[in-house]
Every structure is written in structure tokens, then in C-alpha cells.
């Protein structure tokens, strides 16, 4: 099998570290990459000789991003209800009809091409592992549809029918389609049940049906996500602790209790930021730090999606985390590649090692601080694979 040297790196950024921040820097080193797995990890000069040798000259290089929480099949324009919001509007878990309507007029070639340039636009960005959410559709031929396109592209798939209640719909008679007929037909489809549980908005769902929608979901044979805790404090958080979720997403409010909870929870279920959310709704920022010092796992993720935060770009998410959330740059880091794994329960990405998925990111800069430094620059040159 081939193998290749990626050398003359100023700082690898290996994330597996045991250093006082975690991220195990290597300073002019070098590793190979053999069958898409890390097969070597050294110092430059003690190299071992490899089929072909690919130079950085001087960039640094890390762990691509592991972006845990996407909508990135729909169809539609929503950059109105953005302006609306930029002069004052609320946000209120609503305004998904357009999305849904042009989601179920496309067809699946208008869909995949769409997903593709999704895609790529975040893979230029670093995002090397992606999850793919349904939820634009609300019907059971159109969830299916959305779900079996994202599986042509990525294994972490997963199934939010319960994203909101549709307009002029009997929340009984959704909640049973939702929780059987669509669960049937896209369960072959979904790795992943997802809900969003937020008594706040009239449009999502309450604990007792967030329960409902997670169990049938884990009877199925498909594994717990949450949407908590975004619009005001709720029972997101503790359900998903509760049921041992993967993840809770969102998690901008948060009482004591919530905090006690996650960090209690912490082996199981992974607390995930989505800070360009905040910033596309005029929304306050988590209390990240509050959460970090209890000991909690922590996630940064991009939630694009067309209607509150139309951005894959996970550098940018590190330096909202950075600026807004009061995270360490490299807590920052560590958030969108262990802890984005984390939240996927995924033990082969996230991290620079030897036998890991060569999923690696090339800096156009010297060190990892420039992902911080240099606000909205296209710094990732380049990823493997």
C-alpha cells in the first residue's frame, strides 16, 4: 500500500496531548499517512522513507474539524427573515415553511447538487467528518428522500422529523406519524433521532414529547440527539442526560442544575455550542466558560442551516467561541475536533495519532493561534483526505 510523508511543519497540532491545554503541539515534525490512517508520527529528521513526500514549508498542521450538528440538504432562500432579524425581529423556533416548501419541490438532483456545494464549501473550510440532519421536509416521503441523500455522502446521518410541528397540523397526529410511519421509512437511512425540545417556541416540542420522539427513536435501533435549551431555560438538557443522549445542542441557557447535570453526564453526553446561531439572531451567547470549569465535554459546531446561521466554516465558529463564549484558543480547538468526535461517539477522528483517520488540516500560518488571529481569512490550504 502507498504511503505518504507530509513534512516541514512548524507546529503539528496533534489534539491528543497530556500537556496542561490538550493540544499536544510537536514542534518540526513530521508523519505518515498510509492507507488513510496515521502511520507514523516523529521528529522531521528521523523521518522513515515513504512512496511520496508532500512538503508544507513552515505551515501547522491539526485535526480537521469534526462538525457534529448540520442541515445541509434543503432548498429555498431565507436571507429576508435574516434582515428582518438584523433590524430587531425575534426569533421564535419558526419560519421553516419556506424551507420546507421549495425542500419538497426539488428533486433529488436539485437536492444533491445543492449538498455538494455544501459540502464543499466546508471541506475548504477544514471539515473533514460532517452530520447531516433532515428535519426540511415533514412528511414522510420527503424526510426519507432528504435522509437517503445524506447517506450518499456521510455516514453520520440523522433523523429530525421532530424539528417543529408544521403549520395547520394536529400536534397528536404529527407526533404519531413522526414517531411511527416517518420513523419507519427513514430509519434505514439515519444513524441518529434528534428533537427539538424547547417549550419556549410553539413551533418545537415539549419534554414529554421530546421523550416520546427519543424513545421510539432508540427502539428503532438509532442512537439520541437533542436540541435544548436555546430559546430560554427547559428541559432539554436533563432529558438528554436523562436518557444518555449523545449530545444537547445549543445549551444557551443553562441554570445550575443544567450545568451540575453535563458535567455529571459528561462519559455520555457531550454539550455542543453552535455560536454562529447567536450571532445570525441577535440571540445571547452560552456561558461557555461556566460549563468548561465544571468539567463538562464541550462541542463547537456550525449548525449551517438556512434560516439561523448560513455558514459551514468552522474557523469562524472558533473565533465567535474565542471572542464571544470566552473560550481558550485552544479549548476552542479542542472543542471542534475531540469534542465534535465525542459528540458522534466516534474514537478515529478528532485527533492526530497513530491509527486514526489521516483526516488532517494545513494552516496557511505558523501556529494555531492564527485560526483566532486572523478573523474571516481562508487560512485551511489544504486536507487530507
Known amino acids: 500500500m502507498a504511503s505518504t510523508l507530509i513534512t516541514s511543519m512548524s507546529q503539528l497540532v496533534t489534539c491528543d496531548g497530556t500537556d496542561d491545554d490538550g493540544l499536544g503541539i510537536r514542534p518540526?515534525?513530521?508523519?505518515?499517512?498510509?492507507?488513510?490512517?496515521i502511520a507514523w508520527i516523529g521528529a522531521r529528521s528521523a523521518a522513515p522513507a515513504a512512496d511520496t513526500q508532500v512538503d508544507v514549508d513552515g505551515r501547522c498542521v491539526l485535526p480537521a474539524f469534526v462538525d457534529s450538528h448540520t442541515h445541509l440538504i434543503f432548498a429555498g432562500d431565507r436571507s429576508a427573515e435574516?434582515?428582518?432579524?438584523?433590524?430587531?425581529?425575534?426569533?421564535?423556533?419558526?419560519?421553516?415553511?419556506?424551507?420546507?416548501a421549495a425542500t419538497r419541490e426539488a428533486s433529488d438532483d436539485e437536492l444533491r447538487e445543492l449538498l455538494q456545494l455544501r459540502l464543499t464549501r466546508a471541506r475548504v473550510q477544514g471539515s473533514a467528518t460532517i452530520e447531516i440532519k433532515s428535519g426540511y421536509g415533514l412528511d414522510?416521503?420527503?424526510?426519507?428522500?432528504?435522509?437517503?441523500?445524506?447517506?450518499?455522502?456521510?455516514?453520520?446521518t440523522t433523523f429530525l422529523g421532530a424539528h417543529v410541528v408544521p403549520a395547520n397540523t394536529d400536534r397528536r397526529d404529527y407526533l404519531d406519524e413522526v414517531t411511527g410511519p416517518m420513523l419507519a421509512a427513514c430509519a434505514p437511512h439515519a444513524r441518529w433521532v434528534d428533537v427539538f425540545c424547547e417549550p419556549n417556541s410553539p413551533h418545537a416540542f415539549t419534554e414529554d414529547?421530546?421523550?416520546?420522539?427519543?424513545?421510539?427513536?432508540?427502539?428503532?435501533?438509532?442512537?439520541?440527539?437533542?436540541?435544548?435549551?436555546?430559546?430560554?431555560?427547559?428541559?432539554?438538557v436533563q432529558l438528554a442526560c436523562e436518557l444518555g443522549a449523545a449530545s444537547v445542542d445549543h445549551c444557551t441557557y443553562l441554570s445550575q442544575r443544567d450545568i451540575d447535570a453535563l458535567a455529571d453526564c459528561k462519559d455520555q453526553t457531550?454539550?455542543?455550542?453552535?455560536?454562529?446561531?447567536?450571532?445570525?439572531?441577535?440571540?445571547?451567547?452560552?456561558?461557555a466558560r461556566?460549563?468548561?470549569?465544571?468539567?463538562?465535554?464541550?462541542?463547537?459546531?456550525?449548525?449551517?442551516?438556512?434560516?439561523?446561521?448560513?455558514?459551514?466554516?468552522m474557523p469562524f465558529m472558533i473565533q465567535l467561541a474565542v471572542r464571544e463564549l470566552k473560550m481558550t484558543i485552544a479549548e476552542?480547538?479542542?472543542?471542534?475536533?475531540?469534542?465534535?468526535?465525542?459528540?458522534?461517539?466516534r474514537d478515529d477522528i478528532g485527533r492526530i495519532a497513530v491509527g486514526r483517520r489521516a483526516h488532517v488540516a494545513v494552516l496557511d500560518a505558523p501556529s494555531i493561534e492564527h485560526l483566532a488571529y486572523q478573523i474571516g481569512m481562508p487560512l485551511v490550504s489544504g486536507l487530507t483526505p
Open 28 to 37: 518540526d515534525a513530521a508523519l505518515i499517512v498510509e492507507d488513510e490512517r
Open 209 to 236: 414529547e421530546s421523550r416520546e420522539v427519543l424513545q421510539a427513536g432508540r427502539a428503532a435501533g438509532l442512537d439520541l440527539r437533542v436540541h435544548g435549551n436555546q430559546l430560554g431555560y427547559g428541559p432539554g
Open 332 to 345: 476552542a480547538v479542542l472543542a471542534a475536533t475531540v469534542g465534535g468526535a465525542r459528540a458522534l461517539r
Open 290 to 313: 461556566r460549563l468548561i470549569d465544571a468539567g463538562a465535554s464541550v462541542a463547537l459546531a456550525s449548525d449551517c442551516n438556512p434560516g439561523t446561521c448560513y455558514s459551514s466554516a
Open 140 to 156: 414522510i416521503d420527503t424526510e426519507a428522500r432528504m435522509l437517503r441523500l445524506a447517506r450518499e455522502v456521510t455516514d453520520e
Open 270 to 287: 457531550t454539550a455542543t455550542f453552535l455560536p454562529g446561531v447567536e450571532f445570525s439572531t441577535h440571540e445571547p451567547y452560552p456561558d
Open 82 to 100: 435574516f434582515t428582518a432579524r438584523m433590524s430587531g425581529q425575534a426569533y421564535d423556533g419558526g419560519g421553516i415553511d419556506v424551507t420546507v
